[in-house]
């Protein structure tokens, strides 16, 4: 009951940043940060009611991270130029690299009950969070060379550099989560029989 307490009052902490930010750009004739921050309003919402329809799928605690995570990288980030702090990217890159490992595993247990998980392999899950990972974040950095291409901002300043630095970051997000979620299959053993 707490932790969905918490979520509700995230949700409308970050619509009123989102919301205020909005009259800001606004105010200031921004168009660019008017279309972010109002992305990051639609999308929050439309998280936090996925959130409460599947909770199976995206628990309290991976819609907190994840809501958190569109708000600095997107409103902070790009809208009031936090990426111009050293190791800003850096860092959202690496957490982006947590979370979408947690959003592969609690995709692979919401569609597979607790006594199909029996069937599926420890390792292979592992491989498939691991390249669900990687694969988000390639596809990050596809999205960040058109956003430049055709919309003539500088999301991949550092060209071909700042690319292969964030998927690196990504991959060490990655490496971290490995073992979290091996030990959460490991204690999933004691119910269940991994092949």
């Not at 990050?140 to 690196?168: C, N, P, R, Y």
Request: glycine share 6%; net charge positive; proline share 1%.
């Amino acid at each position: 009951m707490r932790n969905e307490s918490i979520t509700k009052y995230l949700t409308i902490l970050l619509l009123i940043i989102y919301v205020g930010s909005i009259a800001i750009f606004i105010k200031d004739k921004n168009t660019m940060n008017i279309l972010i921050a109002s992305i990051c309003t639609v999308g929050t919402i439309i998280l936090y009611f996925v959130h409460k329809k599947y909770t199976r799928l995206i628990d309290n605690n991976l819609y907190i991270v994840s809501a958190l995570f569109v708000m600095i990288s997107s409103l902070l980030g790009s809208c009031y130029g936090f990426y111009d702090i050293n190791h800003y990217d850096d860092f959202l890159h690496l957490w982006s690299g947590l979370i979408t490992v947690s959003i592969a595993f609690a995709i692979i247990t919401f569609f597979h009950r607790d006594n199909e998980l029996k069937n599926i392999n420890k390792y292979f899950i592992i491989i498939y969070v691991f390249m669900f990972s990687m694969g988000v974040a390639s596809l990050w950095e596809i999205s960040e060379f058109f956003i430049d291409k055709f919309l003539g901002m500088h999301t991949q300043a550092g060209g071909l550099v700042d690319t292969m630095i964030d998927m690196i970051d990504a991959l060490v997000g990655t490496i971290i989560m490995l073992p979290f979620i091996y030990k959460k299959l490991n204690s999933t053993n004691k119910k269940l029989t991994f092949k």
